[in-house]
Structures are given as C-alpha cells and as structure tokens.
C-alpha cells in the first residue's frame, strides 16, 4: 500500500479545503481509510474514519458538521472536504489504512502516507 495525498494548502478562517488521498498498489476499498493530523508541539488526533465494505462513517467531536469524509472505489481515491476551517485545524494532515476504522476516532493505523500541510490563518 502506497498512499498519496494531496491537496494541503493556505486558506482563511471559514475557507474550505479538499484532501485527497490515492494508493498507486493495492486497491484501496479493502481498507477502511482515515485522516489523522498533527499540529506542532501536540501529539496526532485522529480526524475521520470511512470503512471498507459498509462505507460507515466516524468523526472526531472537534471536526463533526464541518468535515466529510467519502470515498469513490472507481477512482481508487477518498476525500476528505472540510469546511468551516478554524485556525486551530491547522496541521500536518495524514491519511492511513487499516484493516478496520481504529477505536474511538484512534490513530492506530498500519500504513501512511507523507502528510500535507493545511495552515487556517488569515
């Protein structure tokens, strides 16, 4: 699995940003997929979670209403739209695979991909 995002940028406080994430191996609808972050200085906090077979849907308290997680098999891609963007989403934002969506909106995936940086500031 070889998991590639994009789509980090700058944007204003209430702006809206799109992050994509694609595997150029292994398909990645076998996988639930999930977005984890990591501000300077604070440990990673995982954002969203979209299962394999179901497509359930999980979030994190602090991005629930703003954030939207999907995922289209026929593109071999998931996104992750967030909307309503805080300076306080700023972060390296990750996407990672896993057999199952972790626990709890939990970082405990098994494979990474390089993190892009979204920065809300105006």
């Known amino acids: 699995v070889q998991l590639v995002e994009s789509g980090g940028d700058l944007v204003q406080p209430g702006g809206s940003l799109r992050l994509s994430c694609e595997d150029s191996?292994?398909?990645?609808?076998?996988?639930?997929i999930g977005w984890v972050r990591q501000a300077p200085g604070k440990e990673r906090e995982g954002v969203s979670c979209i299962s394999a077979s179901v497509g359930s849907t999980y979030y994190a308290d602090s991005v629930k209403d703003r954030f939207t997680i999907s995922r289209d098999n026929a593109k071999n891609t998931v996104y992750l739209q967030m909307n309503s963007l805080k300076p306080e989403d700023t972060a390296v934002y990750y996407c990672?695979?896993?057999?199952?969506?972790?626990?709890?909106?939990?970082?405990?995936?098994?494979?990474w991909s390089q993190g892009t940086q979204v920065t809300v500031s105006s």
């Open positions: 990672a695979a896993a057999w199952g969506c972790p626990y709890d909106v939990g970082t405990d995936y098994d494979f």
């Open positions: 191996g292994l398909t990645l609808d076998y996988y639930a």
